[in-house]
Nanobody, 125 residues
Framework: QVQLVESGGGLVQAGGSLRLSCAAS????????MGWFRQAPGKEREFVAS????????YYADSVKGRFTISRDNAKNTVYLQMNSLKPEDTAVYYC??????????????????WGQGTQVTVSS
């Protein structure tokens, strides 16, 4: 079993930056691919970014490509999402997720077994 706890959300002005962290429990963090999703009010949960078990492969939604960077530190059981050049449309609750299965991109919510509680990111104009 894996428990995930997000942190680092908050209020930021458009053009600013935030770094989200997701701390995972357990002894087998490196066995899980990790992903970030977000959900804005009235919208479905959408894929943001994913990273492979080793951290060698990453995949991003087109809406954040070039602005967001996902990374992981397996020694710290932590995955990060660096968000730069933030836009008001980035406002959402951001969720960390873990997948113990094998997929190509880990871009679908159903590919993940464990989820954090979410952290609010609000970007003001």
């Amino acid at each position: 079993q894996v428990q995930l706890v997000e942190s680092g959300g908050g209020l930021v002005q458009a053009g600013g930056s935030l770094r989200l962290s997701c701390a995972a429990s357990g002894r087998t963090f490196s066995s899980y691919a990790m992903g970030w999703f977000r959900q804005a009010p009235g919208k479905e949960r959408e894929f943001v970014a994913s990273i492979s078990r080793s951290g060698e492969r990453t995949y991003y939604a087109d809406s954040v490509k070039g602005r967001f960077t996902i990374s992981r530190d397996n020694a710290k059981n932590t995955v990060y999402l660096q968000m730069n050049s933030l836009k008001p449309e980035d406002t959402a609750v951001y969720y960390c997720a873990a997948s113990g299965r094998t997929y190509y991109y880990y871009s679908r919510a159903q590919e993940y077994e464990y989820w954090g509680q979410g952290t609010q990111v609000t970007v003001s104009s």
